[in-house]
């Protein structure tokens, strides 16, 4: 059922149990570890999402791999060989330009496991007609990811607004008594609109994970 | 759009821009407040959900509206005069007997929203052997709802495995560094399961009305 | 300058100074207290205010002053017996209904200190219309008090689209990880929106005593 | 309204509406969006204010910009093409001499946009005589912002002396308990001066800004 | 040394080691417990000190010792049958009334262990003219206890004026933010003002027993 | 393995997985539940321990089984039908008298689970001279259980001294910055001394229970 | 008993009244610091154990101590000039690679002393499979250490299934609410599961030592 | 009474107000600052005391001021033009090594200020017998203060033993749950040792000002 490459046991028919591949988080690991896992899964015939991962960790890895794939701003690591079915939509806004990092990571990830993405970046409330010009269209998707930092209220406004599922992702973008997007967290947690649930801060990967299974849920897959 | 009965503004046609009607947060409500709220809604021919009620507004309540119901361990009241449309199924499960009143608000408020819903109470890690008898039952939901306090690790075991969409409901059962829920809501942010959601802790309306807004979407509704 | 009163000193010339009587937190002093003190202002020829009385302190109060008003809301106490000179508008608007308490307090404190009040009450971010729709006539005041419990959002909305001062003050309306106010009070001062000052959690005195002194500046008073 | 390049959007109109321009958050941006940014507001004749800068940022833009200009105190950038009619005052105290960089930003961002500013600097209440010397002046102006790190003592003693409204701004200066600012702003919070309102902490531009908004609406402006 | 008796273990030479006797924490004993306490002591030919004790235990201990005393705002008993030698003088200062029940319980402590007092109430910074009043003589003592809750400032402004050892106490009053005294014990711990050392909240008994130790050897004792 | 008996699921060869019964939570069910689960080991021919039980949930249990034993401060209640094999020893001490229920709690756990148990109550730091006098008798133990409030140091002294392993539990005894025994949490999670582990603020049950195993798996059970 | 070298005073008997040698905790220290002890430990003719040691303190160290060995990943130091005699078995599990470093340094401290380890890398509850797998061979241990970061869920489950003393690590391994282990440490001292006990966060050391310290126990040693 | 140099307002007669110099705090301040500081300071006379200074500020005031003096540890400069007069003696322990750098801080202002100091370093309670050796040397001392981080039980060990006065210094040494001092913070504010009486975290300098103004007082000077 998974592969036991000495530091680390890897899941091979993760897609038949859970219907979707496992990520590799690339945060604390080596090269060397990278690249090990890199190639189990891609001697397997599976494609391969990285997150958190260094510009020094692509470059390693494009040595082996030339067909990699990196997002900067997200710090995703792509790395595809079999095609990938796309269907349905999901819709990623953000407070702010700060909050895009997090908003890419989420982007790429509903994308590698099969979502349609559409991007609506620096709509939060401080000028909150520039959400109300693009409300038509972020209602025609399946699942909406708000994205927002500091005082964390984009979520709450826009789920008051529509009866799509809205995933909620508070970023660490902020100083002072934000917390490192504690405050956005509590914000989006204690939100009296209806049809909001929230992941961990700057959790990009998780809200495009959820996004993309419940997109793809509604679309019938 | 809304009716304005001076010390509340009513959201009468909410109906058609989210899809489903308001709810009543009961808590710090007179039993004058409550009934006048409930009569508005009445008379516009809807059917009411009043949450976080006391057994003493339920009396209240009952005076006015003979055929209002009350469920004492969720605190909620019904009052049904549009017979409800349901569809599709949300697995609602607990981590402990403790956990039931939160589960009992969620199970209500999927099922006046228009889902089917099927109770999985007590089958907490401490026993996993209780968890994996009911799995293959659980995977047949749409949207699979995981309560639990104290440490709260339920939504992790059970969302690494399925592939449904998980909303995870921190309760506040528990005594010392529990810290009155925290500790289990902290627990289900930092989940490394992929496919999990959270709303604020006791939150089973939220987490019920998030399952059935999702489940009837996959029902096509 | 001021009164020994051997268990408080009361500032007598208060007004000289700051410009306006000095008010009296009745919570936890006696009844005895309370009237020794109601009673050295009253001889002064002074107008009375005392915040955070409970019912029978008013009841006790009322034997010695038959003229002393009590909002039971707003938990505030009058006893006016100097005319009091009103000007300019201060704008009261609550999240929802729970918040009502804090907003009396601020409307009397502000009413007392020489401004006038008008309130917008259960206006909140969950349905965004109601606020709209009052809009232009919110705009007319001075000074804005937006008033917000859980996740606290209504101040950054209203900032946003006026070019008017606005206090926020969170209430500890809530639960779960509403932590009594604090998240409502970290959304506040972690607000994008510029021209918002925040005071402590349910602080209606402070935030009625700091528009009102910005409103009279504003009428030239 | 607002203008879309891509990575924002920029509130060009900002002025009708909340009368006053926006300011440009500097901190997580790159040299090419800010110079694109300023270039923007720039080309539509508008003065731009630029706030968290660092020096690298201004001498990337002035090669584009040779007249902006660059506080390092308060790391605030400013590109006056059209004279700034200023009124009033605006009295800037601040506890210690390391809270200074906050004050340069409040004093850069009130002139901005209209006031004429007063420094107090070094007045804290560890030698309080310090500020009674300075009384009298800072009684001159319409609005005092008080700025103070550590125990954050300083606003409530000024606000205890005077009849004009003031604005408290914690700072992050400290160590141990100060707990980056929160000890300072918790006890601006529970003030028992009454005539003060509270932001962010390090927050000199929010401070600067409402302060400006307040003194300006006093002159008639 | 000490002598068993059961439930507690009393330190009946303490005054030989520490050169003061043991008080008796009441807070969560039973009568049948203080009285057992207060008579091993008695028996010795101690005097004895009570903290913490509810009405209803004094009077429990009443019917045994007729002698005994009980301060209600300080919640401390005493049973003195040896004549106390006392020398010096510690000053007690609070920033308001609500502060007074710590006070108290600080004031019969030296009181107990051999300090004369002098009581300073209600002379908090919100009009720091009172405290300037007293100023004088208050530098009299050898001593100060600066106690205060909400923002918690008297101590450093206090501090800042003299060359003599103080000891601050926070009070739990308060609300919102003041986080049971927490806000206090911040600001006090954080205080630039130099000479002041802090204990606990609420902790009169520590401030009182502390400042007698430090007055007495000052006195030579 | 376990039995359903609707509102919990009842672990019945836990002995054979787990090596030892289920404990009774008691806190929050009903009288109905409490007699329900008793009747059901019972008739299952074990042994039952119910911990955090009310006085009135004793009296409805003894009703009903007259052979129930109630400790009254420790909140437990014991049904034994089986004579309990007991073997080794395992210390409890305590810093204080207030932390007698905790270690009741603990006392009557290990007890019942198998243990001898020998308690040394009041031998806190403070009079440190209390517990070197009961030294060598502690040493005797296979497991030590520490148990203290407020500072919490009591495990790290008494670990320094002696090469048994120690369970340590903070109790939530204390006031003001006590946080309900989060102090005493972190002074054990932080101790320097070797060989001691931490349970649960309050949780005399885990400590007893784990004490327990330890020192049957020393006595080779 | 000990020997003061000065900024040191080392406990050279420690074997002879805690059964085990001291370990030298080196993170703060300088080079000539930590080469000093060991030095003295050698002569004395002990075995060494230094945690928390850079790769630059070995360096230095080497150039003295030929012998010394490193353990890059778990920070750990050991110089070893008498045997060491080995018994029984801990059983190190953790719930993903990222927490080796604590579980390298908790093995070799359990080596150190004299326990046989066993390792278990890389079971966490997301595929729970991986530890089913192993299970019958984890239970052959005396003692299981169980590290997990993130939700830190990885304790409960396996206390769940054996009848083994377990001790729980909580790592600083994830980010956001994570709060650098905190939301790990909670998850474990919340724990539902009978015979778990905490230690500090990544506190490795800690766990190995008294694991050992069990393990020798039940060795009979 | 005081100067004005721009950035800074000195205070020049602070030794005839509050007994003692004004010390300098470094830390955010250019080296032209310090110069500029100890510069007016010195040509007035007055003796230095520079604390947290940074090696490269010391190098920088060197080449002015060839006679200054640098304590790299406790990171402490000091000008001495006029020679102290000490008196009486102050006793600094620590619980370990890594607390000397706050030792250092705390025993050169002792120094400075006018106090005889003596060392107790490495004396924590994990090897209690080695503070058990010095402790009638220690007792000789009018004042003691106890510096330790982790679990930061020393103070109390002490003050159960002593009848002097006390200061304790918590110190951020440690990780996990020490959370940079706080856990020492709380266990020394929670202790039932009365005597004792607490200062910020890593604050040297405040205990070692405040135990000299003791140790000076009871020396009658």
Redesign the interface.
Known sequence: ??KDID???L?ME?KK????LE?V?C???TDE?IIKIFQTFYEANQNVLGTRAAKSQFEALKKVFPDVKYNERGKVLTLISKEIDRVGEVAICT????D?NVAEEAALTAEFYGSYVKKY??????????LFDKLEEIKKA?VIIAIAG????LG??IT??????V?AV?T????????????????????????????????G???G??AN??NR??EGK
């Open positions: 059922m998974y530091f680390a046991k899941d993760r149990r859970k219907g979707y990520a988080f945060e604390s690991k570890e407070g702010g330009t700060s895009i970046y620096d709509v939060g409330i401080a000028g909150i007609q520039r399946n500091m005082e964390g209220a709450s406004v008051g607004l529509v009866d799509i599922p995933i508070p660490s973008v902020g100083y002072g008594s934000s917390m490192k997007g504690l405050s956005a967290l509590l914000t989006m947690l204690n939100s009296c609109a209806e049809g909001m649930t929230v992941v961990n801060i700057d959790n990967f998780g809200a994970y959820s299974l419940i849920k509604i």
